[in-house]
């Protein structure tokens, strides 16, 4: 049994990193959020690929915890339709500056 509970121990099982590469795989490499509105965001759009590419929970794991490893319940997002879709849009280029002094 996998203990959502504590996400970075769940984000961390190779159980996840499995699915996560299936889901992937199935995709195509590409962002679901972008192809969805008529976009290709995939691997080659973006050199670090490790950072831009997600694989997103459809129903939240905090909600639906049975479906943690349910290959339908996931989907390849680029950061940016992540942060969208979770409304945790920050602008990175404001953050330091509103930082300093
Ligand atoms: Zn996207």
Not at 50 to 55: F, S
Not at 87 to 98: I, L
Request: with cysteine; net charge positive.
């Amino acid at each position: 049994m996998i203990n959502t509970g504590n996400h970075l121990a769940f984000y961390s099982t190779k159980e996840w990193k499995h699915i996560r590469s299936e889901v992937r795989k199935r995709d195509n490499n590409e962002c679901q959020g972008c192809k969805r509105q008529g976009k290709v965001f995939t691997n080659k759009s973006e050199p670090d690929k490790r950072k831009r590419l997600d694989v997103d929970h459809i129903k939240e794991l905090e909600d639906y915890p049975e479906l943690c490893l349910s290959i339908d319940n996931l989907e390849t997002l680029c950061l940016r339709c992540h942060n969208i879709k979770h409304n945790r849009y920050v602008k990175k280029e404001n953050k330091w500056n509103d930082e300093q002094w």
